[in-house]
């Protein structure tokens, strides 16, 4: 392959993570397990998403299931992940 092929490539992923990361939410909620507080970037553009991210002091699962549209928080919910 050329390497004006990888240039192009190496371009559109910096743009990509330029995006996302313009894209994203910062949000500070309480851990459901050790009730510190702590913060989450969520991503804007997919609109509703769940997931599993452990704490950034405890380091127990937590479940998260929000939605962000044209910017503003919708939902959040967060609660221990289910085994």
């Known amino acids: 392959m050329s390497q ?3 240039y192009n ?3 559109l992923i910096f743009v990509l993570r ?3 990361m ?3 939410h910062e949000t500070f909620f309480s851990c459901p397990y050790c009730f510190e507080r ?3 970037l969520l991503e ?3 609109g509703a998403q769940k997931y599993i991210e452990d704490c ?3 380091c127990q699962p937590i479940e998260i299931d929000y939605k962000i549209t044209d910017g503003q928080m919708q939902w959040l919910r967060v609660e221990r992940a289910q085994d």
Do not use: A, P, T
């Open 56 to 58: 950034e002091v405890c």
């Open 38 to 40: 702590i913060s989450f």
């Open 4 to 6: 004006g092929f990888f």
């Open 9 to 11: 490539l190496l371009s």
């Open 18 to 20: 330029v995006l996302i």
């Open 22 to 24: 313009y894209n994203e």
């Open 44 to 46: 804007e553009l997919y």
